[in-house]
């Protein structure tokens, strides 16, 4: 595996180290994570109580995630840098809309932060380099 061989490679590998490294936390230490998001751990789980079963899906999707961008960002594969930003974007908007509205605590606001910020600097980079539109040739 190669090193990313530009700017937007390289958000997009630093992403995809960063989720996977989250992901192995959810799976190894799911009360870390929730701590980590400001979530309530509970000392005793009532029945019908599926926090756990979600942390470890959720947590293992992260991992995949990861794996997928580090290896985009070993090839250079811009299409999908590109395809990252707007739906990054509407993660940000989801994340965002679920602490407003109090459904969520406000630590989790970084989460639509980290998704929001590394959107804007994938296609900030994408710009700067003159890829953020594909070519017409």
Known sequence: MRLPRSAAGWTIGVFGVLAFALGLVGLL????LLVLLGFEVLDVRPS???TLVYMAASSMAAVNMGVY????ASADYT????????FRLVTFAVFTTLVLTGAAPAEFFGVG??????????????????RLLPSRS
Request: aromatic share 24%; charged share 15%.
């Open 29 to 32: 230490s799911p009360d870390s």
């Open 48 to 50: 019908g109580d599926y």
């Open 69 to 72: 961008y580090v290896f985009a």
């Open 79 to 86: 299409p999908f840098f590109r395809w990252t930003v707007p």
């Open 113 to 130: 932060l980290w998704e929001g910020a590394g959107a804007l600097v994938t296609g900030f980079a994408l710009w700067r380099e003159g």
